[in-house]
């Protein structure tokens, strides 16, 4: 367990194989796709405190490298593509989720977050669904003993992903990120 964050480490492959798509780190190639999908309202209305949307593409390749940079034994970002085509069309990510309070210096919470953005042209495929659930299955067979979920409470597309992962609905809550969220969460 990491002294810094009290979170097990995780040691995620570089790729993961699914039936229908694959995880891989992001690329310097990517920055087009990152601002692709995070230019979308209808993606970034839920994500973070202040959701806002990419406005310029230096952003986007200034994303790409952050998250790369990221990458760590805490941390894992991956790019989803469909299998076999190599098409881009969602993102996850593994991380630890800071506790609520004061914003500088984040205060740990111990527990690791999974999180999905996926492009709307994709919605309706259940591409999140194999995505994060491959990403879930690995952390967990890696040995970490908890991971849990945080959605707006009006995004209901990622708390039915959530239910279709195997994650269990703990109720709202305002314990991270200083917003009131509905929690999931699953065990080992």
Avoid: K
Wanted: proline letters at 7%.
């Amino acid at each position: 367990m990491s002294a810094e964050s009290n979170v097990e480490p995780v040691r995620i492959p570089q790729t993961i194989d699914g039936d229908r798509v694959r995880l891989r780190p992001w690329r310097d190639d990517d920055a087009g796709f990152a601002f692709d999908l995070y230019s979308r309202w209808e993606v970034a209305r839920f994500l973070g405190r202040t959701p806002a949307v990419m406005s310029d593409p230096a952003e986007a390749q200034r994303r790409v490298a952050r998250l790369r940079a990221l990458e760590d034994d805490l941390r894992c970002f991956r790019v989803v593509t469909v299998a076999g085509t190599g098409e881009p069309v969602g993102a996850v990510m593994l991380q630890p989720i800071p506790l609520s309070g004061p914003t500088e210096p984040l205060r740990p919470s111990g527990d690791t977050e999974i999180g999905w953005h996926f492009h709307p042209g994709h919605w309706g495929h259940g591409y999140a669904s194999e995505a994060a659930g491959l990403l879930l299955e690995t952390a967990l067979a890696d040995g970490l003993p908890r991971v849990v979920a945080v959605t707006y409470p009006e995004n209901t597309a990622s708390q039915r992903v959530c239910e279709r992962i195997g994650m269990h609905r703990l109720g709202v809550t305002d314990a991270y990120y200083n917003v009131r969220m509905e929690l999931f969460a699953r065990e080992a």
